[in-house]
């Protein structure tokens, strides 16, 4: 029963990825046919990160009041519908209407599925159910350049899309009765009920603080080297745009591989030991940057850090119910979802406005300095968390 659940969510989430590279492969094509300047995808994604932010920080709520199943195929429906939606677009105006309620569905899913893989599987399951995050980011791109193909159709594009998030919403609600029998079987165990904690709560907490500088961190590191990768090699390296496009598919190939396997080396290393190593490959990755070698080994550096820190966010999640207690856990997650969130909305705009003035060369800089920040903040984190198990587990004090 449990097995075929966690099929669910991984088909779920893959349905989670679709949207995410989607705008991205299909906005040459729209702000071409719409008579738009290029720029103008800044205030599309800004707005999706905004409704994920949102639906993310309420999602503790949300669950406690209508369970994980029916929040997670009602956001599935909702963000299908916003993509069919998004093919009968012929303005700006209707892009903008519908990227607020894209990005509330996507939230929604992201905390409700993280937080119940956290809480009910091993770090094993948590490393695959993202790896399928990986294979529906990937496969989306594949489906706009098929339609692309014909008379830069972006609008079949995303009737394409919305027909395969159109199959996983059924799934989601004929999975529904599953979700009930899961959840009377894992209240008469030892789950414990959830609380719901205000975010002054949250914060008077050291721990959680750090752990919200430590997610924004790593993800505006991933989204930032994701978002202006191509950008860079192109204006530094003279490598043509088709070639450039093609190493970034490196870089996210090493994050699906990264938490592919990272969730094997699961059952032989401890979580914190698996981020670490991936840091160290990181690492590796930065300085190989910095060198003055062949555009090659720019490729190879985008595969590694995507390779390195791809484990970061599912393994870092996973511990979350272990660090702060099951009971407070989808709280927790939900603030740190707004806090990756926050990331996505605020660095690659950032980081835009900062190459614009000092050039792109400040590219691998910029990396390192969030690398920087991840790895210390990782560390006080984990000695943090170290003080809170001890605390919860012998002492018995409730740290909210």
């Known amino acids: 029963m449990f097995t075929l659940l966690f099929v669910v969510i991984c088909i779920v989430f893959i349905g989670l990825g679709l949207p995410d590279s989607l705008l991205g492969s299909a906005w040459p094509a729209i702000y071409s046919d719409l008579s738009l300047p290029f720029s103008y995808a800044n205030f599309i994604t800004f707005l999706i990160s905004l409704g994920t932010v949102i639906s993310s920080f309420f999602s503790a709520r949300l669950i406690n009041k209508f369970g994980t199943g029916l929040l997670t195929a009602v956001s599935t429906l909702l963000t299908a519908l916003c993509l069919l939606a998004f093919s009968f677009s012929n303005s700006m105006l209707f892009f903008l209407l519908l990227s607020i309620p894209l990005g509330l569905g996507a939230g929604a899913i992201d905390a ?49 899309v919305f027909f395969a998030m159109a199959i996983i919403a059924l799934i989601s609600f004929a999975s529904l009765p599953l979700w009930k029998k ?111 070698l062949p555009p090659m080994f720019k490729a190879l550096s985008l595969f590694l850090i995507g390779f390195g820190n791809g484990p970061t966010f599912p393994n870092l999640t996973y511990i979350t119910p272990e660090n702060f207690g099951k009971d407070v856990s989808q709280s927790i997650i939900g603030l740190q979802m707004a806090a990756c969130n926050i990331g996505i909305l605020l660095m690659p705009p950032l980081f835009g406005f900062v190459a614009e003035w000092l050039g792109l060369n400040v590219f691998p800089i910029c990396l390192t300095i969030l690398y920087v920040l991840m790895v210390v903040f990782t560390i006080i984190y984990s000695k943090q968390t170290r003080v809170l198990r001890k605390q919860r587990l012998t002492e018995k004090v409730d740290i909210f």
């Open 182 to 292: 899961v959840s009377a079987k894992s209240q008469q165990t030892e789950n414990p009920l959830q609380r719901t904690l205000s975010l002054k709560q949250m914060i008077k907490v050291p721990a959680v603080r750090t752990a919200v500088v430590m997610f924004f961190c790593s993800v505006s590191l991933e989204f930032t080297c994701g978002i202006w990768a191509c950008t860079y090699l192109v204006n530094t390296s003279a490598l043509t745009e088709a070639v450039a496009s093609k190493y970034l598919t490196y870089y996210y190939a090493g994050i699906t591989i990264g938490r592919l396997i990272s969730g094997f080396v699961s059952k032989i290393l401890k979580v914190e030991k698996i981020v670490y190593v991936g840091y160290s490959i990181v690492l590796i990755a930065l300085i190989i940057m910095f060198l003055p």
């Open 112 to 160: 409700a599925l993280n937080n119940y893989t956290a809480s009910n599987y091993s770090p094993m399951h948590m490393s695959l159910l993202h790896t399928f995050y990986g294979v529906g980011i990937s496969i989306s791109p594949l489906l706009m350049s098929f339609a692309l193909g014909e008379n830069n159709n972006w609008q079949r594009g995303y009737v394409i």
